[in-house]
């Protein structure tokens, strides 16, 4: 069973820093399956990332993915106050279909 | 514009049934897969299914096998997740949301569903 384990579980930073998320799988992930969104308090989850790097539609582009195999990387350039909010990476997985979700990253102003 | 519009807030006691919906518009509702998202209270995404209302293909996650029905009516754009006997452990919010095959591209706003006696 694949496990999405997200580092820090909370992340405290000021507007205008730099912010990195990590997503570590417990088996190897192919690119192409991996996404990030972003939840804010009351909000549906939005698609951010998906493939890895490419963002979404209307996403900023202080938004960025990458990573291979195993290890992920969400990173915000320069924190808009916007920016602060849960943050959780994705997977799929075909055989059996499955979906997964890691526990999430709880972005908060410093 | 792609839109998903949930049914509004629901509250049941232990025991009782519960459909809920999602409907689609903005795009060919047949042509994508729905896939469903339990959040409880204060916790993190959990998929629950998908079904591809084009030939009501469905898969569950294993968590939730047997414990829900998800099912789609494609004369009114819209899918549905139901339970035929809730427990209060079901208390959570639910999302429907588009799935473009490897992930979730447009979400609808939610339903939260209460189980209290």
């Known amino acids: 069973e694949m496990v999405l384990t997200q580092s820090p579980g909370t992340l405290s930073l000021s507007p205008g820093e730099r912010a990195t998320l990590s997503c570590r799988a417990s088996?190897?992930?192919?690119?192409?399956?991996l996404a990030w969104y972003q939840q804010k308090p009351g909000q549906a989850p939005r698609l951010l990332i998906y493939?890895?790097?490419n963002r979404a539609t209307g996403i900023p582009d202080r938004f960025s993915g990458s990573g291979s195999g195993t290890d992920f990387t969400l990173t915000i350039s320069r924190l808009e106050p916007e920016d602060f909010a849960v943050y959780y990476c994705?997977?799929?997985?075909?055989?059996?279909?499955?979906?997964?979700f890691g526990q999430g990253t709880k972005l908060e102003i410093k | 514009e792609v839109q998903l519009v949930q049914s509004g807030a629901a509250v049941r006691k232990p025991g009782e049934s519960l459909k809920i919906s999602c409907k689609g518009s903005?795009?060919?509702?047949?042509?994508?897969?729905i896939g469903w998202v339990r959040q409880m209270p204060g916790k993190g995404l959990e998929w629950m299914g998908i079904?591809?209302?084009?030939?009501?293909?469905?898969r569950y996650g294993p968590s939730f096998q047997g414990q829900v029905t998800i099912s789609a009516d494609n004369s009114i754009n819209t899918a549905y997740l139901q339970w035929g006997s809730l427990k209060a452990s079901d208390n959570a919010m639910y999302y429907c949301?588009?799935?473009?095959?490897?992930?979730?591209?447009?979400w609808g706003q939610g339903t939260q569903v209460t189980v209290s006696s």
């Open positions: 079904i591809y209302p084009g030939d009501s293909d469905t």
């Open positions: 493939g890895a790097s």
């Open positions: 903005g795009y060919i509702f047949t042509n994508y897969w």
């Open positions: 088996q190897s992930v192919s690119s192409s399956y």
């Open positions: 949301g588009t799935v473009s095959r490897y992930h979730f591209d447009y």
């Open positions: 994705h997977q799929y997985g075909s055989s059996p279909v499955m979906y997964t």
